[in-house]
């Protein structure tokens, strides 16, 4: 089995930071690329950013600038810093991996279960 546990979100002020981590634990080989998706109610689901096991990056439009992704490969953990955020930030923030388990050929996707991300003064 493999999991995936986001923890980190609450409730911000806009203008303030929060920073969010994706812990992937169980019967693991290997972790590939990382992700973070959010969806806010009413929204399609929307990717945030992702990063690479050589921690290539990539953002959406709508956080470059603002949020930046990382990861520790040694701790199979990914974080999600961000900045200067603004009330569009309101979402649940989801985690996703490419993940290889020691019990499964090839890589499945994993999902966390999320974490709420409230921007409000």
């Known amino acids: 089995q493999v999991q995936l546990v986001e923890s980190g979100g609450g409730l911000v002020q806009p203008g303030g930071s929060l920073r969010l981590s994706c812990a992937a634990s169980g019967r693991i080989d290997s972790v590939n690329v990382m992700r973070w998706y959010r969806q806010a109610p009413g929204k399609q689901r929307e990717l945030v950013a992702s990063i690479t096991t050589n921690s290539i990056t990539t953002y959406s439009d709508s956080v470059k600038g603002r949020f930046t992704i990382s990861r520790d490969n040694n701790k199979n953990t990914m974080y999600l810093q961000m900045n200067s955020m603004e009330p569009d930030d309101t979402a649940t923030y989801l985690c996703?991996?490419?993940?290889?388990?020691?019990?499964?050929?090839?890589?499945?996707?994993?999902w966390g279960r999320g974490t709420q991300v409230t921007v409000s003064s």
């Open positions: 996703n991996a490419d993940v290889k388990s020691l019990d499964l050929c090839g890589r499945q996707a994993y």
